[in-house]
DNA sequence: AATTGTGAACCTCTTCACAGCT
DNA sequence: AGCTGTGAAGAGGTTCACAATT
């Protein structure tokens, strides 16, 4: 009998490029209901984003079939599939470790909100900081993160804190049960990915990576 | 004959996720070498990372012979060389696109001047942030585009600008001859991938992507 | 006639395993 | 003995090509 803890890959085994890929979908398809369009085909949709028809349809694989053969996809029905399989049909609780200005950019991305994500708490260790709110939304004492994620029931985090400190505070999130973690801060959040999913945005080395295409493309 | 535009896939065709590691190599090693450590071994610098030893050797193997067998890397030698692989011994001008809370995070970030990357000039199209300075750098009105570009030696654009708009202004830049790209606006900026690099930062896609994962450990 | 869904082929990246060097 | 560099094997993701369906 092999380990039974919560296993992030599952029996499906979704390779996470493909949930990528999806988000963009449900994008597309958004705009194209607003649009007023109703039904579009794999070919078209999938040349919205540059990509291979048959790479759409490989996709939408892993979850069923959700077309009809000769005439496409509904832009209503795949749109609101994919809201299931994405699971951004209930809301979430979100709280950002850092009242700074990478946190001031997040609370008042108007993004968010409507895709169900919703930026409940704030914590700092800055006393100036500590008290006050941010958008509307309340700065507390760090040293009460325990606290503060049981109280709004805190399901996923967000990493703005600078790389000193970011791996203390995200042990003691991991320890209050979060599970989910979008890290903004320039390390990897050492951590067990059987029982913690972390989403790594990182500028500086994105800003790496154009360097070296730069200078290769230079020779 | 094939075409001879420029590619940025080059003869080595150096993954793009070698790349990132890479720029992860590169800060362990600055971290060893500010604390005192001369040598390290493929196995012990592949632990940091949790990755295998035998991805970063196969790594490192993409551009050359770096370590001694039977002894290891040497920290301070390794190090200088990503840096010169990466292209980040030279320094970067780098300019924003749209002065909002984003852009007051990317200016007021530490972690860029330091490895090179100078943000030069910040475009917007409000009247009143156009001709003030955010952290010391100048606001320009983002009619005057090309004008700025040129004047600063641009060869970075950040795009934090509202997606309507993302588009029509990327064009621009390609226009000018910009070649590489940090996309922060979350859409997929429609261009030729043989003559520019873009690099997409989409948080709100990252955050579809953990709910995902929590939807799917939730069964 | 058009377009999906999918097995098979293909390609890319990762891991293994060991020869070769210090 | 220890550790790198690398060919070969393995795993994973993409594309092809066509049968199935409307």
């Given at each position: 009998m092999d380990d039974n803890l919560m296993e992030f890959r599952t029996s499906t085994n979704v390779p996470e490029v493909t949930v990528r890929r999806l988000c963009q979908y449900s994008r597309h398809l958004e705009d194209l209901r607003d649009q007023g369009v109703k039904n579009i085909s794999s070919k078209a949709l999938s040349e919205l984003m540059q990509i291979k028809d048959s790479q759409l349809r490989k996709d939408l694989a892993y979850f069923g079939a959700f077309g009809v053969r000769g005439l496409g996809y509904d832009v209503e029905g795949l749109s609101s599939r994919l809201a299931t399989i994405l699971g951004t049909v209930k809301p979430y609780s979100v709280a950002v470790l850092g009242a700074g200005n990478l946190c001031a950019a997040l609370t008042s991305y108007p993004g968010f909100k409507p895709h169900g994500?919703?930026?409940?708490a704030l914590l700092d260790n800055d006393e100036n900081k500590i008290g006050r709110e941010f958008h509307g939304i309340q700065v507390y004492d760090v040293k009460r993160l325990p606290e503060v994620l049981e109280m709004h029931g805190i399901e996923i985090v967000i990493v703005t804190v600078p790389v000193k400190i970011a791996q203390e505070l995200f042990d003691q999130c991991v320890e209050c049960g979060i599970k989910a973690f979008l890290n903004f801060a320039p390390l990897r959040l050492m951590h067990d990915r059987t029982k913690v999913k972390v989403a790594d945005v990182d500028a500086s080395c994105s800003l790496k990576v154009l360097s070296f295409f730069l200078t290769q493309s230079e020779e």
């Open positions: 994500f919703h930026i409940q």
